[in-house]
């Protein structure tokens, strides 16, 4: 499916969610939530396109893969709590979503400190 495509299906289930929400809300929310999965499935299916591109070329730079593997995993963080977030908004919780976010900040954090840490190791090697 084609980026334009995947834009043109999220509009129209949008607009079909709004129609059915205002006759019964359930459907609408379910409509929502259905369409939801299918671009976030798609775009998974981007996403690991484009980590096995980035994996590819860090095989040819010594320690890249490790970045590269922490680098897709925070992308993947990111992604996963914005998705669930918006979720949670959209059924009206917004404090859940707010922890939501919170948490994937601190898991982001988290990854990095391996990073952090390599560099401070080489910065002392030049000190």
Known sequence: MDVQKLILFGMVAAVFAL?????KSEWGQLLSLAAA???????????????????????YVENASSYLRIL??????????????????DTGNSLIAG???????????????????????VLEGYL
Do not use: H
């Open 19 to 23: 129609v059915l929400k205002s006759m």
């Open 37 to 59: 999965l299918m671009i976030a499935l798609y775009l998974l299916e981007l996403c690991k396109e484009a980590g096995d591109f980035l994996m590819g070329i860090g095989r």
């Open 72 to 89: 897709l995993k925070a992308v993947g963080i990111t992604y996963l709590c914005e998705f669930t977030a918006n979720l949670s908004r």
């Open 99 to 121: 922890q939501i976010e919170l948490c994937g900040k601190i898991a982001v954090l988290l990854l990095g400190i391996p990073i952090l840490a390599s560099l401070l190791q």
